[in-house]
């Protein structure tokens, strides 16, 4: 069974940074989510196996994704940190369904694609 392994995760201050890394296992497409507590699972970002980039409005120019596809890696490097980035963020080799990056309602709960179990991601004021 493939498994994602996210780490990296902690606690900052606000306007500190952090960096997640993620076991990406050679998956063509890879993709940045996080669950806020009461709020559903949301895209951050995704990379494909070329090189592009997509990133959700909240984050663009502050986070940065990336890979080292030798060593089937994939990071985040998260600046300037805002006390609503406070979530679980998880990686994953996700899916498109007609056209669509799927999105599911819960990142812990995903019905497809492969999914890390999450590392928690803390921001303080």
């Known amino acids: 069974e493939v498994q994602l392994v996210e780490s990296g995760g902690g606690s900052v201050q606000a306007v500190g940074s952090l960096s997640l890394s993620c076991t990406a296992s050679?998956?063509?497409?890879m993709g940045w989510f996080l669950q806020a507590p009461g709020n559903e699972c949301e895209l951050v970002s995704r990379?494909?196996?070329?090189?592009?980039?997509y990133y959700a409005d909240s984050v663009n120019v502050r986070f940065t994704t990336s890979q080292d596809n030798p060593k089937r890696m994939m990071y985040l490097r998260m600046n300037n940190l805002e006390p609503e980035d406070t979530a679980v963020y998880y990686c994953?080799?996700?899916?498109?369904?007609?056209?669509?990056?799927?999105?599911?309602?819960?990142?812990?709960?995903?019905?497809?694609?492969?999914w890390g179990q999450g590392t928690q991601v803390t921001v303080s004021s």
């Open positions: 050679g998956f063509a497409d």
């Open positions: 994953a080799a996700a899916v498109t369904i007609d056209g669509t990056w799927y999105v599911p309602t819960d990142c812990a709960s995903a019905d497809f694609g492969v």
């Open positions: 990379i494909s196996s070329d090189g592009s980039t």
